[in-house]
């Protein structure tokens, strides 16, 4: 089971360190339509996690109070909702395609600013890996551990292209190369740690899991709607990014279907 563990938690991690290492093939400036494509992939794949991997669950779990199911659900979501944007004031941050810091206004490096906003879109989702397996743990049929190797290896592809954004833009800035790369994979590190503890705390997480189902959801809509749909849609040809998004969200109900 610990093996179990390692592997599910770590599997996004990956999916963030070979997106990164695309800068160490990269030789030239980073295209804004790939960018624009690969967000708009990302979201598709959250949008769609967050659907069948969370929020179906959590109703599922809370089905038992009748036509009040969807409390704790609800309840969740809005948590959920409200922790990111406290984090989102809390910690300072700069989104791709922006000159204006949002959170306190620190005296940080652009790059370190960078890396802080894909790391702060990866804490929901940890979370929701740590959550869905922890659900799988107490083995009641609503959450699985497949369901809990579906949506870590649907973070993990909607990761690839997030380990992309944050390097190779610093590459196009002029940062070497490795350091770059480094910078990439260290923005993925929150993820695996968020998941290990949400497991660790599987005797308090079972329980409650309908909110906290609800909860990853609501955290990975707010990264969504906040960050990645206006980073895919800035510019010309926003049209791409919302193909993409599509193209995501259909994988991701594919591979629920298929390996859920």
């Given at each position: ?8 938690i770590?599997?996004?991690f ?50 038992g109070?009748?036509r ?22 809390m910690?300072?941050?700069l ?16 790059t370190t600013?960078?890396?802080l ?7 929901p ?32 592809l909607?990761n ?32 695996p740690?968020?998941?290990?503890l949400?497991?660790?705390?599987a ?42 998004f599509?193209?995501g969200f259909t ?5 629920d279907?298929?390996?859920?």
């Amino acid at each position: 089971m610990v093996g179990e563990a390692i592997r599910v938690i770590f599997i996004p991690f990956l999916g963030t360190a070979l997106g990164a290492a695309g800068v160490l093939f990269m030789k030239k400036d980073f295209n804004a339509f790939l960018q624009r494509a690969l967000t708009g992939l990302a979201a598709g794949v959250m949008v769609a996690a967050s659907i069948w991997s969370l929020l179906i669950p959590a109703m599922e779990q809370s089905a038992g109070m009748g036509r009040w199911a969807f409390v704790p659900v609800v309840a969740g979501f809005w948590l959920g909702i409200l922790f990111l944007l406290f984090l989102d004031r809390m910690i300072p941050h700069l989104h791709q395609n922006s000159d204006e810091p949002e959170g306190p206004k620190v005296p940080l490096k652009r790059t370190t600013m960078l890396m802080l906003a894909v790391a702060l879109h990866n804490v929901p989702e940890g979370l929701a890996v740590g959550v869905v397996f922890a659900g799988g743990l107490a083995g009641d049929g609503t959450v699985t551990l497949a369901k809990a190797l579906v949506l870590s290896i649907g973070i993990a592809l909607q990761n690839f292209p997030e380990g992309a954004i944050i390097s190779m833009p610093l590459r196009a800035e002029g940062m070497k190369k490795s350091y770059a790369f480094l910078y990439g994979v260290l923005s993925g590190i929150v993820e695996p740690v968020a998941a290990l503890l949400a497991i660790l705390l599987a005797g308090l997480v079972v329980p409650a899991l309908p909110y906290l189902l609800g909860f990853a959801a609501g955290a990975m809509f707010y990264v969504v709607v906040e960050g990645l749909i206006p980073e895919m849609s800035v510019g010309r040809h926003s049209n791409l990014g919302t193909l993409f998004f599509a193209f995501g969200f259909t994988v991701m109900l594919a591979l629920d279907v298929v390996l859920g």
